[in-house]
């Protein structure tokens, strides 16, 4: 059972994103984080302009923030973002990761850490490595995996590094994810 879903991308990724948060109607019973790489001077706007399209809440969480169920927490640009526990988002001003802050990798592993076999993790489109370590870390605590098919994506170099390194539980499109996770969104 999907305790928490937890999707990263970058270059390519937005439209799969802005897809997703459009089509979802009601609020998950699960806390959706979401680590996407942008441009650290673009510090505000990406959380406005998925919320204008979503029925769901879409915040960039503050250090400390609790979680909840039903909501989708993007992280803010320039930051790391950590899963601590189940129950709280740490933010990070550490040095960037594969040149990203966020870091997909910090946030898929502490989220890994934090879940385990609960959670289901999402690499989507990219042109860097980063989400590969993730990646593994969720296979490591027996997390679900899936990976955005080369194939369909803009940029594939993310989710061929994960091929490299991995084998996801599941090779799906842009449309197969979505429709995946509001398959999950209604079993949970």
Request: aromatic share 6%; hydrophobic share 40%.
């Amino acid at each position: 059972m999907t305790s928490a879903l937890v999707i990263g991308g970058s270059a390519g990724s937005f439209k799969i994103v802005s897809d997703l948060v459009r089509t979802i109607s009601v609020p998950m019973p699960f806390p959706v984080f979401l680590c996407l790489h942008r441009l650290k001077q673009v510090r505000t706007g990406i959380a406005e302009i998925l919320g204008d399209t979503s029925m769901v809440k879409i915040i960039e969480p503050a250090d400390k923030t609790k979680t909840e169920a039903g909501i989708i927490y993007l992280a803010p640009a320039n930051y790391h973002m950590f899963i601590e526990d189940r129950e709280t988002i740490s933010l990070t001003i550490d040095a960037p990761l594969n040149h990203s802050r966020p870091s997909i990798d910090i946030c898929f592993g502490s989220a890994a850490e934090a879940y385990g076999e609960n959670l289901t993790g999402i690499l989507l489109s990219g042109a860097n490595t980063d989400g590969t370590s993730g990646m593994i870390a969720l296979k490591k605590q027996k997390s679900y995996c899936i990976i955005q098919d080369p194939g369909d994506c803009e940029i594939a170099t993310m989710t061929r590094s994960v091929l490299q390194n991995i084998d996801p539980d599941k090779i799906l499109t842009a449309r197969q994810i979505i429709d995946f996770i509001l398959n999950l969104s209604q079993k949970d």
